[in-house]
Each structure stands twice: as C-alpha cells, then as structure tokens.
C-alpha cells in the first residue's frame, strides 16, 4: 500500500478538502498513472453530496482521468512507461457475464466496479477513490491509450461526457445525411453537437435559451431550435432521425417525442431521476422509441479516442487547481461553465 494526496468529501454537507489516501501496490496485471488533469463531472457532486443515496465516506471523485504510465505489472504487454493514458467511469468488472463477453462493461451483471465509490476488489472493506489524486494504480483492462495530438486536458471530459455522447450515436448508427437533435447545450450536449457533425449529420440544436444559438453554432450545429418557440417546434415535427435528449432534470418529453419521424428514437443520457408523465400515443403514433445509454464500454471508448485524435475533438474546458475544486462545484450547479471544469493535478503535488 502508498499513501498519496487526494482531495475529497468526509460527509454530504462538508467541502472537499485534501486527504491522505491508499492506493494498492502495483500487480501483475496493473499499471501505475501518475494524473497529469482530471475532469469534474456534476456525477461527482451527486456523490459528494449524496443526492443519489449509498455514497460512503470519505468520497474521493474523479472519473475522467488523464496521465502517465509510471510503473507496469510484470504481465502487462500492451504499454509502456511514459504513455499518455486515460482511465473513465470503470476500473474493473467480472470479466465473464453476457455483458462483458459483449464488452458492455458498464452493464456488468455482477456489479462493475465503478472509478469512485464502489466496493473495491483489492482492499477488503474499502471502496474505490477517483481521480482527485496525484496517482491512480488501474487493472490494465480499463487503462485507454490517448491519443498524443490532441489537448491533453480538454481530453479529459472525453472519459465520461465523450463516450456517454458518442455511445448511443454509435450505437443507434447516426450517419452522414440524418437530421440530429440535440437537447440541452452543457457539458454532455455540446460533445453531441461535436461529435454529431464529426458523423456528417444534419445537427439541430434544441435549446431554451436564444443565447446558445451562436455558441451551438461554433460547436457545429447546423441550425438552432428554440424549444418554446411553438411556432419552430412545429414547424420541425416529424422530422428527425434521431434526438439526443441531455436534459439532467425531470421535463415535459411530448415535445420533443413529436418531433421524431416514424420508427425514430430519442435517447436519454441526462436524467438520471425521475420524469415527467408523457402521452402514450406520442410513441404509438408513429412507433417511436424512448430508449437510454449509460456511457460506453472500454473497446467503445477506446474507439471514441481513437475517432478524437482523427479528427481533433476535445471538450472545450476552464482549467482550474485542485484547491478551487469547492468554487466550481457551486459553478456548475449554476451552469456556470463552457462547457466543462478540468483540474490540473500540478496544483495538489505542489
């Protein structure tokens, strides 16, 4: 075992402050990353703040983790010191359920072992801590090779906002020519937009707010669509292929179900809580699909990077030190941010 820094929570109501942690010797099958940025995620303050219930304390966040290989099991064959690496949402699984087999992780039906915040396979008793740490010692399964030409701390959101977008698109086959919904423009929807235009869809911002219209733009959107301009929403019904929906709130889904064409889907990846009752003849009238994706597994996010460093898409970021984490937790509850915080470890090693 060593003792490191870290930063984090000892009770729902209190601020982050630093905390001496341990992390497990290296094994065979490990490797060893010495955290160069780390991502804030508003998963995080859930946890911090136990708004989701089980959190148990000292909570250690962090779950879009950027670094360096600084040692290696003596069975790990695929790195090698001194690469750049990430580690997202998941550090370990079973390994042999139909999910895993299917290299769905993240549905692993013993339980996957989560980055914060879980049972911790190594070290009876304990639970897991993220990455608001100086080092992280990860099973060599769940360690991403990032790619060297983009940013390296706009990469960080990737591990968690990237793939949690870039999944279900993936996966519900957007494609060069489909009209694209995306809904909510914060940290996961301007990923949608990016990513979204990156595939040659047709992508409309869906949004409240005139005010992210030319900001949606820059990201990629091909056109603006202000969801409580009933005139616009109209105008645009029945004529998406596929909708994005990022809303992390409970909110009203009949306008944006009516939007969809015939056999088309929309996807939540926001509201993780309960929604708004919808009208069932929303989908029956056009057999439209409600469906939801939980970020990706490790073969998918390692594509997503791969697809990152081919075309140059990283998080647009506000790089802070780890000592102004308490201020951007109240920033993001605000949604005082574009479009996501990430931490540059250097300012806890000092």
């Known amino acids: 075992m060593t003792t490191i820094k870290a930063y984090g929570a000892t009770e729902a109501s209190a601020d982050l402050k630093p905390l001496d942690i341990e992390r497990r010797t290296v094994g065979q099958k490990d490797i060893k990353i010495d955290i160069t940025y780390c991502g804030v995620c508003h998963s995080d303050i859930h946890t911090v703040r136990n708004d989701w219930g089980g959190s148990q304390y000292p909570v250690v966040p962090g779950h879009e983790i950027i670094g360096l290989v600084t040692e290696l099991g003596t069975e790990v064959s695929n790195f090698n010191v001194g690469d750049l690496v990430g580690v997202g949402c998941l550090v370990d699984s079973c390994h042999n359920c139909s999910a895993c087999d299917q290299d769905l992780e993240q549905f692993c039906e013993k339980g996957a072992t989560f980055t914060y915040n879980s049972p911790d396979k190594h070290i009876k008793g304990k639970q897991t801590y993220g990455g608001y740490a100086t080092s992280v010692v990860v099973d060599e399964q769940f360690v991403l090779k990032v790619p060297e030409n983009i940013d390296h701390a706009a990469a960080a959101p990737l591990l968690c906002a990237g793939i949690t977008t870039w999944s279900p698109l993936r996966h519900w086959n957007v494609k060069k020519g489909d009209k694209v919904g995306i809904v909510g423009l914060g940290g996961l929807g301007h990923m949608g937009v990016k990513f979204a235009h990156a595939l040659g869809a047709h992508v409309v911002m869906i949004t409240t707010s005139s005010d992210k219209g030319k900001d949606a733009k820059a990201l990629g959107a091909d056109e603006v669509l202000l969801s409580k301009n009933q005139e616009e929403m109209n105008s645009h019904q029945g004529t998406f292929d596929f909708i994005l929906n990022t809303i992390p709130v409970g909110h009203e889904m009949d306008p944006y179900i009516a939007l969809l064409k015939l056999d088309a889907t929309m996807v939540l990846v926001g509201a993780v809580e309960p929604l708004k009752p919808f009208h069932g003849g929303g989908i029956i009238m056009g057999r439209k699909r409600i469906a939801g ?29 780890m000592q102004d984490i308490n201020n951007a937790y109240d920033r993001i509850t605000k949604s005082d941010v574009k479009y996501r915080f990430v931490i540059d470890m250097k300012s806890l090693k000092n």
């Open 293 to 321: 994706s939980l970020i990706g597994g490790i073969k998918e996010t390692q594509e997503m990077l791969d697809f990152c460093g081919e075309h140059d898409i990283v998080s647009d970021i506000e790089l802070i030190n």
